[in-house]
Protein backbone atom coordinates (compact mmCIF):
# COMPACT_ATOMS: atom_id res chain seq x y z
CA UNK A 1 0.00 0.00 0.00
CA UNK A 2 0.93 3.51 -1.31
CA UNK A 3 1.87 6.04 2.04
CA UNK A 4 -0.13 8.80 0.77
CA UNK A 5 1.32 11.55 3.17
CA UNK A 6 4.83 11.02 2.07
CA UNK A 7 3.39 10.95 -1.58
CA UNK A 8 1.47 14.57 -1.11
CA UNK A 9 4.74 15.54 0.46
CA UNK A 10 7.21 15.06 -2.23
CA UNK A 11 4.33 15.74 -4.79
CA UNK A 12 4.45 19.35 -3.09
CA UNK A 13 7.92 19.38 -2.79
CA UNK A 14 8.63 19.00 -6.08
CA UNK A 15 5.79 21.68 -7.10
CA UNK A 16 7.95 24.54 -5.09
CA UNK A 17 11.28 23.30 -6.42
CA UNK A 18 10.00 23.28 -10.28
CA UNK A 19 8.09 26.53 -9.61
CA UNK A 20 11.57 28.51 -8.30
CA UNK A 21 13.54 27.39 -10.92
CA UNK A 22 11.09 28.54 -13.24
CA UNK A 23 11.07 32.14 -11.58
CA UNK A 24 14.67 32.19 -12.15
CA UNK A 25 15.83 31.07 -14.72
CA UNK A 26 12.69 32.21 -17.21
CA UNK A 27 11.99 35.37 -15.15
CA UNK A 28 15.53 36.32 -14.84
CA UNK A 29 16.26 34.93 -18.20
CA UNK A 30 13.81 37.28 -19.57
CA UNK A 31 14.43 40.24 -17.35
CA UNK A 32 18.42 40.00 -18.40
CA UNK A 33 17.26 39.37 -22.12
CA UNK A 34 15.19 42.62 -21.79
CA UNK A 35 16.87 45.04 -19.96
CA UNK A 36 20.39 43.68 -19.73
CA UNK A 37 21.82 41.87 -17.11
CA UNK A 38 22.64 44.59 -14.33
CA UNK A 39 19.18 44.42 -14.24
CA UNK A 40 18.86 40.93 -13.86
CA UNK A 41 21.77 41.47 -11.46
CA UNK A 42 19.12 43.47 -8.98
CA UNK A 43 16.46 41.09 -9.97
CA UNK A 44 18.51 38.23 -8.48
CA UNK A 45 18.53 40.15 -4.95
CA UNK A 46 15.25 40.65 -4.98
CA UNK A 47 13.93 37.62 -5.22
CA UNK A 48 16.88 36.21 -3.20
CA UNK A 49 15.52 39.21 -0.12
CA UNK A 50 12.38 38.37 -0.89
CA UNK A 51 12.75 34.69 0.12
CA UNK A 52 14.57 35.21 3.19
CA UNK A 53 11.72 36.01 5.46
CA UNK A 54 10.33 32.67 3.77
CA UNK A 55 13.38 30.62 4.41
CA UNK A 56 13.43 32.21 8.17
CA UNK A 57 9.74 31.61 8.90
CA UNK A 58 10.29 27.80 7.60
CA UNK A 59 13.50 27.05 9.63
CA UNK A 60 11.84 28.31 12.73
CA UNK A 61 9.02 26.34 12.11
CA UNK A 62 11.48 23.21 11.54
CA UNK A 63 12.99 23.99 14.74
CA UNK A 64 9.62 23.69 16.62
CA UNK A 65 8.67 20.88 15.30
CA UNK A 66 11.96 19.40 16.00
CA UNK A 67 11.72 20.10 19.75
CA UNK A 68 8.40 19.02 19.80
CA UNK A 69 9.21 15.52 19.04
CA UNK A 70 12.34 15.38 20.84
CA UNK A 71 10.26 16.85 24.34
CA UNK A 72 7.93 13.77 24.40
CA UNK A 73 10.45 11.48 24.68
Excluded: E, N
Amino acid sequence: MRDLRQYARQTTFRLIVGSLLILFIIGLGLVAWLYGLPAAGLGLLCLLSALLPIGLILLTLALWDWIVKHGRS
